[in-house]
């Protein structure tokens, strides 16, 4: 359990961060680093960040309402995007904001997060795979105004066949 390194070869535990992964949980789901040195670490029941100082100990992040057990870490500019049970929430350095199920993502638990080189954002979650365009958060509350794009997988249907649904308006 924990986080390993390979050094000369061989898989070593990262002994520095795993003592203070003890803290937390040492389920790790994924990890981030960010480009001012921060490691952010998703565990099976945490979200701890590291600032820069990996011997000062990380700290573990409270998530919004309704945002449990983070899966996927994804940078997108200057915010964090973290796929957990219950949705998206993302982090600006001050403010988290939601982006909930019913909104239409593909599902409840979102198990993966990836940056197009466009900067649109791909969903993977327990009902598919989705598909962000042009997301942006209101500068006064924490809603979301864009269009997601939810693409069905059927393993019976061949790629070329598979129909997107209507883009959603959030």
Same mark, same amino acid.
């Given at each position: 359990?924990? !986080?390993? @390194?390979?050094?000369?070869? @061989?898989?070593?535990?990262?002994?520095?961060?795993?003592?203070?992964?003890?803290?937390?949980?040492?389920?790790?789901?994924?990890?981030?680093?960010?480009?001012?040195?921060?490691?952010?670490?998703?565990?099976?029941?945490?979200? %701890? %960040?590291?600032?820069?100082?990996?011997?000062?100990?990380?700290?573990?992040?409270?998530?919004?309402?309704?945002?449990?057990?983070?899966?996927?870490?994804?940078?997108?500019?200057?915010? &964090?995007? %973290?796929?957990?049970?219950?949705?998206? *929430?993302?982090?600006?350095?001050?403010?988290?904001?939601? !982006?909930?199920?019913?909104?239409?993502?593909?599902?409840?638990?979102?198990?993966?997060?990836?940056?197009?080189?466009?900067?649109? %954002?791909? &969903?993977?979650?327990?009902?598919? @795979?989705?598909? *962000?365009?042009?997301?942006?958060?209101?500068?006064?509350?924490?809603? @979301?105004?864009?269009?997601?794009?939810?693409?069905?997988?059927?393993?019976?249907?061949?790629?070329?066949?598979?129909?997107?649904?209507?883009?959603?308006?959030?």
């Amino acid at each position: 359990d924990g !986080i390993y @390194v390979r050094k000369n070869g @061989v898989w070593e535990p990262h002994r520095t961060l795993n003592a203070q992964l003890a803290k937390f949980s040492p389920n790790i789901r994924d990890l981030l680093w960010r480009a001012n040195g921060d490691l952010w670490v998703a565990t099976s029941r945490d979200l %701890v %960040v590291f600032h820069r100082d990996l011997e000062s100990g990380g700290a573990r992040l409270t998530l919004p309402a309704g945002i449990t057990q983070p899966n996927a870490l994804l940078a997108r500019g200057s915010d &964090v995007w %973290v796929g957990a049970s219950g949705g998206i *929430a993302v982090f600006d350095g001050a403010l988290w904001r939601t !982006i909930a199920p019913d909104a239409g993502l593909p599902g409840n638990n979102i198990y993966a997060l990836a940056l197009a080189p466009d900067d649109s %954002v791909w &969903v993977g979650g327990s009902s598919g @795979v989705g598909h *962000a365009e042009a997301l942006e958060f209101s500068e006064t509350d924490a809603t @979301v105004h864009g269009k997601w794009k939810l693409k069905d997988y059927n393993p019976q249907k061949p790629a070329d066949t598979l129909e997107a649904e209507e883009p959603t308006t959030l």
